[in-house]
């Protein structure tokens, strides 16, 4: 990444170019004496900036930008820019040349002013509240419609023609979850990033919504970390409403019960704010499953031992 790039003339009056109207230089970078950080990321990352910005102390400046699965050619240039003023980066771990451009956490990096610091952060992913529910896409598929997540029920029922048994077994859900937090603690070793792996069985019913999207809980608990990381008051609070609100998965009466979690059992998925059956997902994602026998048969080789945890082959 070069840092020295000319900066992409861009359109003033588009929606998204004003949203991220500091990112593309056409609003001024935030003033005060704490560090410039950008946090760089999945949509995680922008729940992150939201509470470091927001903390009492009010301790750092930052910018959004966008999540870099949205980032474009002439993005990488911007963000070049931008890291050349850059005290703190928080970035999740992204492998080198992803989307087949310089935006891996070591290559963004590499753009930083002398003596900027970086502080790696987790993608939380935590499967113990929704045990069934998976990410299965390939290039060619993308994601299922409805909701962009896979139910090995419904994959199950479209992989046979009849619905499997109804039934969740306790033993199975309470293995999910733990090695859900063991694999998200082996992830968080391996790419050096701060650990938030032990929050997520103490957060309960929040912590998480869907499988990657992690509760307020979780989140204020990661930011907190990254403040004392960097030296700074760890004051990050919950700002008062849902910040990963988008999309909320049912939870599961057995689930509750097999977790001992202080919470009410939801049956239908809950989807900017209106309640979507969880029928309807399942009748739609059938269809879809019908014409996509690639990721029904995918989606049963990775996910075989979990499909056997549950008690459902």
Same mark, same amino acid.
Request: aromatic share 8%; with cysteine.
């Given at each position: 990444m070069n840092s020295a790039s000319i900066r992409p003339r861009v359109d003033e009056g588009d929606g998204r170019v004003r949203h991220y109207g500091q990112f593309y230089g056409i609003d001024p970078l935030p003033e005060g004496d704490g560090p410039l950080v950008v946090v760089l990321g999945n949509c995680q990352?922008?729940?992150?900036?939201?509470?470091? /910005? $927001?903390?009492?102390? *009010?301790?750092?400046?930052?910018?959004? =930008?966008?999540?870099?699965?949205?980032m474009t050619e002439d993005d990488v240039a911007h963000l070049g820019l931008l890291l050349a003023r850059t005290d703190v980066l928080v970035g999740q771990p992204i492998?080198?040349?992803?989307?087949?451009?310089?935006?891996?956490?070591?290559?963004?990096?590499?753009?930083?002013a002398p003596g900027a610091r970086v502080v790696?952060?987790?993608?939380?992913?935590?499967?113990?509240?929704?045990?069934?529910q998976v990410l299965v896409r390939t290039p060619e598929s993308g994601d299922p419609p409805a909701v962009?997540?896979?139910?090995?029920?419904?994959?199950?029922?479209?992989?046979?023609g009849t619905r499997p048994p109804d039934r969740l /077994? $306790?033993?199975?859900? *309470?293995?999910?979850?733990?090695?859900? =937090?063991?694999?998200?603690r082996r992830r968080e070793d391996a790419a050096g990033t701060l650990r938030v792996s032990d929050v997520l069985a103490g957060a309960g019913a929040d912590a998480c919504h869907v499988v990657n999207h992690p509760g307020n809980t979780v989140l204020v608990?990661?930011?907190?970390?990254?403040?004392?990381?960097?030296?700074?008051?760890a004051d990050a609070e919950d700002p008062g409403r849902t910040l990963l609100s988008e999309l909320f998965a049912p939870l599961d009466a057995r689930v509750?019960?097999?977790?001992?979690?202080?919470?009410?059992?939801?049956?239908?998925?809950v989807r900017r704010g209106e309640q979507v059956p969880d029928d309807e997902v399942r009748e739609t994602q059938l269809a879809w499953l019908a014409e996509h026998p690639d990721i029904v048969r995918l989606t049963l080789e990775r996910h075989a031992g979990t499909a056997r945890l549950l008690g459902l082959r």
């Open positions: 990352a922008e729940a992150v900036r939201v509470l470091l /910005d $927001a903390a009492p102390s *009010r301790s750092v400046r930052s910018v959004r =930008v966008p999540p870099v699965f949205e492998k080198d040349d992803y989307r087949g451009m310089p935006l891996g956490t070591a290559q963004v990096a590499q753009a930083l790696r952060v987790p993608v939380c992913f935590y499967a113990g509240l929704y045990p069934w962009p997540y896979h139910d090995l029920r419904t994959v199950l029922e479209a992989a046979d /077994d $306790a033993d199975g859900i *309470r293995e999910i979850a733990r090695a859900s =937090v063991e694999e998200l608990a990661l930011v907190r970390r990254v403040q004392a990381h960097l030296g700074l008051d509750v019960d097999a977790l001992g979690l202080d919470a009410e059992a939801r049956t239908h998925w």
